[in-house]
């Protein structure tokens, strides 16, 4: 699943990673590059799996 | 294949009744236990701090109450250990971390570590695990990668790993862990020991490292159903120095023990904790829980996005968590959690409020599921330890991240916050497997009498053989 999102939107999260993380002020190195990309692709897919229900999120869960 | 097994150790329960009744001097269960911690963690690597003369002090204090006639407490003398991101007075917590070297020694205990010791328990150790609790395999680049017990070739599991191991090794009869994806459960599992997964703000999580606010539990590890009911029935209470503690009152498990399970509604968890589980273990699990006649199977929606949206929520929160010390001190951090961190940090806030919005979608799933079914039954992890070194794991012909996949089984019972148990039980070879145990809200009580049922029928790997 993460290996086919990535493989339709690598430039994509390549771009996303390039601003959010100077946005944040954090230097990835091109050593761990590829990492992070590759792991924010598989919360990216995760993401996509979840959905955006109607819900109300909660947030400090007891159940 | 070399097992190492320091044991047979003595019970929390039979040490207990031997100090209080000052028949065995706490002093020499504290001595003997350094003593085989020292001899044997040179090939678990699952201890990273032994606490000799706090050990040695509480031990003579408890011989002294037991000399002045005074109770010494119900765990009088029982030496335990700790994952090493619990507090420990006068010691800096490490978290698996050599990130943040100007921690100083912790002010005060541990909430958890403080009501152990006022019952009587002795801290002799502080455990390895993964860095920041972040992976399931305890592999750590600082303190080395923790070995299974049952076979050093294996992983002994995570991020609780060191815990694991020290008690499947007999070097202690209990040790606590933190669980936020299933990180008690995974390497109970692995190692063939009981791990308990309690409710969410069941047991307080005041002075411990945090790794992921809206998930993080923290519970007990132990070699038999009645040690492990021992043990949280101290743990659990509210606690005003925990935001999330609840003020819910959880009945004593240990007196509720031996109430079987007539009565209860027992149920397999079926579709996706059927089809990421691999066969042999499956195979195992049906075999050991064959006592309680199990025939019903419940299909619950979502579980697989469940799995899903937990990644998203401990990514997102992790990496928030460490965003200021991963622009200073990026480097410090172990190579394999470093990545999974900032990319954590970067994820949108869209994503992670659609995945806390799951969770409630989830929450009201899995209650309708509760209306008829007191608890649930399914395997604890996918496979048995796999080797040290390997990356990949086979599951019906899949092959699956070990570092992804190991937590599929356990991760939706701590997103929703209810109370899990795995159980160790015969497995493949000479490596065991877990059998998880779920139920409602602070039904702790009920899932021990469930496993000790099925310790009484002689389906479990109990104590140390």
Redesign the interface.
Same mark, same amino acid.
Do not use: N
């Given at each position: 699943m993460c290996a086919q999102t990535l493989a339709g939107s690598g430039e994509e999260l390549e771009e996303?990673?390039r601003h959010?993380?100077a946005v944040? $002020?954090?230097?990835?190195?091109e050593g761990?590059r590829p990492?992070?990309?590759?792991?924010?692709g598989?919360?990216?897919? &995760?993401?996509a799996?979840? $959905?955006?229900?109607?819900?109300? !999120?909660?947030?400090? &869960?007891? !159940? | 294949m070399s097992a190492v097994l320091a044991g047979p150790c003595v019970s929390v329960v039979d040490t207990a009744v031997e100090v209080g009744a000052g028949r065995l001097p706490a002093v020499d269960v504290a001595r003997r236990t350094l003593s085989a911690v020292e001899s044997h963690d040179a090939v678990l690597c699952a201890v990273t701090d032994l606490y000799r003369e706090r050990a040695l002090a509480d031990a003579e204090r408890v011989d002294w109450l037991v000399g002045r006639g005074d109770d010494p407490g119900s765990l009088a003398g029982v030496p335990f250990a700790v994952k090493n991101l619990f507090d420990v007075q006068g010691h800096p917590t490490r978290a698996g971390s050599v990130v943040e070297p100007d921690r100083g020694p912790a002010p005060a205990d541990a909430t958890t570590v403080r009501r152990l010791r006022d019952h009587g328990a002795v801290l002799v150790a502080a455990t390895n695990m993964d860095e920041y609790a972040h992976g399931f395999t305890t592999e750590n680049s600082h303190y080395g990668t923790t070995r299974n017990p049952r076979d050093t070739d294996h992983l002994a599991g995570g991020s609780s790993g060191g815990s694991a191991a020290v008690v499947a090794a007999g070097l202690v009869p209990f040790a606590l862990g933190s669980d936020t994806n299933g990180s008690i459960r995974v390497p109970a599992s692995l190692c063939g020991v009981f791990g308990l997964k309690p409710? +969410?703000?069941a047991v307080s999580r005041a002075g411990t490292t945090l790794f992921v606010? /809206?998930l993080d539990h923290v519970g007990p590890l132990a070699a038999t159903t009645k040690d492990l009911a021992a043990v949280f029935d101290v743990l659990v209470g509210a606690d005003p120095d925990d935001?999330?503690s609840?003020t819910v009152t959880a009945e004593p498990a240990l007196p509720q023990l031996e109430r079987g399970v007539d009565g209860l509604r027992l149920a397999m968890a079926g579709g996706h904790f059927l089809e990421v589980a691999g066969e042999e273990v499956l195979t195992a699990v049906e075999a050991a829980v064959r006592p309680l006649d199990v025939h019903r199977v419940v299909e619950i929606a979502g579980s /697989?996005?469940a799995c899903?949206?937990s /990644?998203?929520i401990t990514?997102?929160e992790a990496g928030q968590r460490h =965003?200021s010390r991963?622009?200073t001190r990026?480097?410090d951090y172990d190579p394999a959690v470093?990545?999974?961190l900032?990319?954590?940090? =970067?994820?949108?806030s869209a994503?992670y409020?659609?995945?806390?919005? +799951?969770?409630?979608?989830y929450?009201?799933v899995v209650q309708r599921v509760f209306q008829d079914v007191d608890v649930l039954v399914m395997a604890t992890t996918p496979c048995t330890a796999p080797r040290v070194g390997e990356r990949v794991m086979q599951v019906r012909d899949e092959e699956l991240s070990i570092g992804?996949s190991l937590g599929l089984l356990t991760q939706p019972w701590a997103f =929703?916050? =209810?109370p899990a148990l795995s159980i160790p039980v015969r497995g493949i070879g000479h490596l065991p497997v877990g059998v998880q145990l779920v139920g409602?809200?602070h039904t702790e009580a009920v899932l021990l009498r469930v496993a000790r049922s099925l310790e009484a029928a002689g389906s479990t790997l109990s104590g140390w053989s």
């Open positions: 996303l990673v959010a993380s944040l $002020g954090l230097a990835i190195t761990d990492a992070v990309v590759a792991h924010l598989c919360l990216r897919a &995760f993401a799996r979840v $959905g955006d229900p109607a819900e109300e !999120p909660a947030m400090v &869960f007891h !159940p | 409710t +969410f703000g606010t /809206s935001p999330v609840t /697989s996005e899903a949206a /990644s998203v990514s997102a =965003l991963l622009r990026a480097q470093r990545p999974a900032i990319a954590g940090a =970067l994820v949108p994503d409020l659609a995945a806390q919005r +799951f969770r409630r979608h929450r009201d992804m =929703l916050g =209810l409602r809200p």
